[in-house]
């Protein structure tokens, strides 16, 4: 398929908190950008498709064909609302350290593959918690079912690890912020006394 307006692609370095991102920048018209920011495992397809679309829509607003819309992380251009959730779960055992980075790259690599946003990702020896966007008619229960499941099956594969990584259940309510320490330390505190 033809395309008449050039695309670039580069990688950029943050600080090593950060990561490494992917950056794809598509030329919308004169003067006007986009550039779409995934990691750098995000499939190179969906994202150049994903600039191609964005550049086309906002090719009409600059040409004053359509008017602006906003609320692009909102309501995923008027496809319904994106809820947030923060979820929280516990391992088994206490994770080692090792598991940690991977765990986070498998969560990131979860939500890019099914058009959830992480605003927030904790990986710790005793529970992970995760702010997430996820799609119109998504909720908690299909998150944590995709990011506890798919997550262990992930570190199985890597390491090799057979068993069960995490325990039962999880915790989820509605917020676009993560769980205070205090809160955390009421999951933490309740979900002991079950397991005892």
């Keep these: 398929v033809g395309n008449s307006m050039p695309s670039r692609l580069q990688f950029i370095h943050l600080p090593a908190r950060a990561g490494d991102l992917l950056l794809f920048t598509h030329i919308v018209a004169d003067s006007f950008l986009v550039t779409i920011v995934a990691l750098p495992e995000a499939p190179l397809t969906e994202v150049r498709q994903q600039a191609r679309r964005m550049a086309k829509k906002l090719t009409a607003v600059v040409e004053g064909r359509v008017l602006a819309q906003t609320g692009?992380?909102?309501?995923?251009?008027?496809?319904?609302?994106?809820?947030?959730?923060?979820?929280?779960?516990?391992?088994?055992?206490?994770l080692p350290t090792h598991l940690?980075?991977?765990?986070r790259r498998a969560i990131s690599r979860l939500a890019v593959a099914n058009a959830c946003v992480l605003t927030h990702v904790q990986v710790q020896a005793d529970l992970i918690q995760l702010v997430v966007t996820v799609p119109p008619g998504r909720d908690a229960s299909w998150a944590a079912y995709l990011f506890k499941n798919g997550s262990e099956q992930t570190i199985h594969h890597e390491f090799?690890?057979?068993?069960?990584l995490w325990e039962?259940?999880?915790?989820?309510?509605?917020?676009?912020?993560?769980?205070?320490d205090a809160e955390l330390?009421?999951?933490?505190?309740s979900s002991s006394?079950?397991?005892a």
């Design 100 to 103: 940690h980075i991977p765990l």
């Design 185 to 189: 330390g009421l999951f933490l505190d």
């Design 168 to 180: 039962t259940g999880f915790y989820a309510t509605e917020s676009a912020e993560p769980l205070s």
């Design 72 to 94: 692009l992380l909102g309501n995923g251009f008027g496809a319904g609302q994106r809820p947030s959730f923060v979820i929280v779960w516990r391992p088994e055992e206490p």
């Design 193 to 195: 006394e079950t397991a």
């Design 160 to 164: 090799e690890l057979h068993g069960g």
